[in-house]
């Protein structure tokens, strides 16, 4: 709260808010800030800081946060996927616990941290893991990997396997639970966006149509509300979808050049789209007029470790007054200001290339994953200030350096008749939508109804003793 205070963050009531209690933190937006007398926030620097440091036997190539925050997760090429706790890596990094691992704050953002062993350990997978994501509302991990399937894990057990997977004819490469938690997306190295519906336990390839991708699906992402979703592609370009029938409803083509689209995000209120890619750069995209917003870029051509051109990652921070993006080139963690497109820190402790970073939901926490078969858990410290950063923006497009640039290459950039509201309002409630009746895949499933356990917990839907849980899929 005091680093809340100190940045001044604003947070959205909501209906339920007596006034003793906070609620959701607004997210990025322009047109908001331009109304407001105060402007838009005034950007201070970061300090983020290894709180905690654990390690796989191969690279370590992805994670992900619970949707409260309190549990992360990091995928493996071991083939393993680690389940720990956020409060007791906080704690442990307190404690000054180095593990052998060594300690203090090395380089320009610190390459300490405590090392742990991990809640739980998961196993199943014959290859590399590609993508981690909780369910929204049970206490189940979802994961998936090159050996073409997606596994699922209750973690309110012991088990240390999957309950039930997924079966697909490709690598399975990203995936996104709908907000309701009723339906799975994901994307493989074939063209075509899977839907499953997890009640039922069918699959469905999305409807082969004119403006669908023609490579692979490299990350596909929901909305906040759930109406709509967007998958990034090898083809290069960034597509979105209706989620009431999976029909493709914009596009921006070469969104990254010629280059490859390799992750997109949402901001929280569906105005903005982060974007990144393997020409190196970082984007901002209104998605009102189809504009690119701002262009960020890596100050750095080619670098040290001559790699050319990698896969680079970005994400929001929390409270999205950030933008974190890995440099594959150079092992480091930029956070820009998403607002001015200032570098305010670069972040170094990796001793590989960046593959994911991923931001807690509701906290100034990250964790990145790397190379160097580790995962970073990076706690923003209280009272920052500037390490090793350049006072003036990187890379930013605006109207007067690029105007030339943006002639040539936007016109390809900009959405295809554009309009938002025409996406409709319906959401996945009614049922799975239409697809194609014979799926090319199929599902195994460890109990006798789809759903966590198996044996006397049957339902995936069940009420929950805990609480966390609750209802039933209808």
Not at 294 to 314: I, Q
Not at 405 to 412: L, T
Request: hydrophobic share 30%; aromatic share 8%; glycine share 10%.
């Amino acid at each position: 709260l005091l680093l809340e205070n100190e940045r001044g963050i604003q947070y959205a009531p909501n209906d339920e808010d007596d006034g003793n209690s906070q609620s959701e933190v607004r997210g990025l937006d322009f047109d908001a800030e331009k109304e407001s007398p105060a402007g838009a926030p005034v950007p201070t620097f970061p300090n983020f800081q290894t709180r905690f440091i654990t390690t796989h036997k191969k690279a370590c190539l992805c994670a992900a946060f619970s949707p409260k925050g309190d549990l992360m997760a990091t995928g493996s090429a071991d083939n393993s996927i680690k389940l720990l706790d956020v409060n007791n890596m906080i704690e442990s990094g307190r404690e000054g616990d180095l593990g052998g691992g060594g300690g203090g704050r090395l380089g320009r953002g610190g390459s300490g941290g405590s090392r742990r062993r991990a809640m739980m350990t998961f196993y199943g997978h014959s290859s590399a893991i590609n993508e981690v994501q909780f369910h929204p509302v049970y206490d189940v991990l979802a994961s998936c990997a090159a050996d073409q399937s997606i596994r699922f894990f209750d973690f309110s057990t012991t088990s240390k396997h999957s309950f039930t997977h997924f079966s697909d004819t490709h690598s399975v490469i990203t995936m996104a639970f709908h907000p309701r938690g009723d339906h799975l997306i994901a994307g493989t190295t074939h063209h075509l966006i899977r839907v499953y519906d997890l009640p039922t336990e069918k699959a469905y390839l999305a409807p082969q149509q004119p403006r669908s991708h023609t490579k692979a699906v490299n990350m596909i992402r929901y909305a906040h509300d759930g109406k709509v979703f967007a998958s990034a592609s090898d083809d290069g370009t960034i597509k979105m979808w209706d989620s009431a029938n999976n029909t493709c409803v914009n596009t921006i083509s070469n969104a990254h050049g010629n280059e490859k689209v390799t992750s997109v995000q949402y901001s929280k209120n569906g105005k903005y789209l982060l974007s990144a890619g393997r020409d190196n750069t970082v984007r901002l995209w209104d998605l009102r007029g189809g504009k690119e917003l701002r262009r960020l870029n890596f100050d750095n051509s080619s670098g040290p470790t001559g790699r050319g051109r990698a896969s680079t990652v970005a994400t929001f921070n929390y409270n999205e007054s950030l933008i974190l993006s890995g440099d594959p080139l150079t092992d480091t963690i930029y956070a820009w200001s998403s607002r001015t497109g200032e570098l305010m820190q670069r972040v170094t402790g990796h001793a590989g290339p960046i593959t994911c970073v991923v931001s807690s939901p509701n906290e100034p926490h990250f964790v990145s994953c790397s190379g160097d078969f580790r995962a970073r858990f990076w706690v923003e410290e209280l009272h920052g200030r500037p390490t090793d950063v350049a006072m003036t923006p990187f890379g930013i497009n605006n109207n007067n350096s690029n105007s030339n640039n943006n002639n040539n290459n936007d016109n390809n950039n900009n959405l295809n008749n554009m309009n938002m509201n025409s996406m409709g309002n319906n959401n996945m409630s009614n049922g799975p939508p239409p697809f194609d009746s014979h799926p090319p895949h199929h599902h195994q499933r460890g109990g006798d109804q789809w759903g966590p356990g198996g044996g006397e917990r049957r339902d995936f839907g069940r009420d929950r003793r805990d609480g966390r849980g609750g209802g039933r899929y209808r």
